[in-house]
């Protein structure tokens, strides 16, 4: 791994920045020799990293067995899972405390925090090393996992949509269920072709273009008229977006919705997080952020508090 006083590489390197345990709020860079990392994902105090090679590496903190490194200890710079590198790994999502991956094989593997039953293996007790998610095989070919604050989402290349976890809001699409510790499909009669989870609700979207959203209702974060929060326990169409939708972002208690023609945000304002301007605390009806409009924006993500864009030339926009 590189050090960070030496000359940053045009590519591979990885800056980080913001509250830390470690870093002692400072920003900080890394990149790995012979080694380009291809995605990353971050959960609410652990980061991980996947790279050209197929190797995963974690740091962060793991009192849940997050990092999936067989224990518990805090580790503050990235380390290779070892047990791992026989599988080449594809891609990770980080939920609050647990951490899902894909495999070049088509598995799917979950380490951390199992208190909803996130981890998928049928049962509550949490893991500290990766532990194969035996529902999946090689017919379901993955091509999205997400991951919430208790709660797990993967989407198949033919439109499929399971998930598992908590449920306390109808976050996984279960009306009368608390939570689940196995996946189930989550339908709607039309194959979907986006996930992502937020910390008490979720959206998808479908390869049609449409947008659904489901569990808490607080906050405006839906997206829906109020006549229609009554069912936020399954999966609703969101009104207000009429061009075709491609990706959704869920934090904390807001939601980024990426469209061919714009980006619309919806829920909470208080930090900012909408982009809508300083005064917009709240809204359910999804809005266009104007000072990115005449961007080409190819990738919205969210924490809980902030959202980050990346545009078509890769730059990233943070709001």
Request: proline letters at 4%; aromatic letters at 8%.
């Amino acid at each position: 791994m590189g050090e960070p006083d030496k000359m940053v590489p045009d590519s591979g390197a990885v800056f980080t920045f913001g509250k830390t345990k470690f870093a002692e709020n400072m920003p900080s860079k890394f990149w790995f020799k012979r080694d380009i990392p291809i995605s990353l994902s971050c959960g609410d105090e652990h980061t991980a990293i996947t790279t050209g090679n197929n190797k995963l590496f974690m740091f962060g903190s793991n009192n849940w067995g997050q990092l999936g490194l067989g224990s518990k200890a805090t580790v503050n710079k990235p380390t290779c899972i070892k047990a791992l590198k026989p599988e080449k790994v594809k891609f990770v999502a980080c939920g609050r405390n647990h951490t899902l991956i894909l495999t070049g094989g088509g598995q799917v593997y979950a380490t951390g925090g199992n208190n909803e039953g996130q981890l998928g293996l049928g049962d509550t007790d949490e893991r500290s090393a990766f532990h194969l998610i035996s529902f999946f095989t090689s017919q379901h070919k993955i091509k999205q996992l997400s991951a919430g604050s208790n709660t797990s989402a993967a989407l198949t290349e033919d439109g499929e949509l399971f998930m598992w976890g908590d449920n306390s809001e109808g976050q996984i699409g279960l009306q009368n269920i608390t939570n689940i510790c196995v996946p189930h499909q989550v339908t709607i009669g039309k194959p979907i072709s986006w996930i992502s989870c937020g910390y008490y609700h979720s959206a998808f979207v479908t390869t049609e273009g449409e947008l659904y959203t489901f569990g808490e209702p607080e906050s405006g974060k839906l997206g829906l008229p109020p006549k229609l929060l009554v069912n936020h326990k399954v999966p609703q169409l969101v009104p207000g977006i009429s061009e075709k939708v491609i990706q959704v972002a869920c934090g904390g208690g807001h939601t980024v919705v990426l469209t061919e023609k714009a980006v619309y945000t919806f829920g909470l304002g208080q930090f900012g997080q909408l982009g809508l301007g300083t005064f917009t605390f709240e809204t359910s009806e999804p809005k266009v952020i104007e000072s990115v409009k005449d961007k080409k924006i190819s990738h919205v993500c969210c924490g809980e508090n902030h959202t980050a864009l990346i545009t078509v030339s890769a730059m990233m926009e943070l709001i």
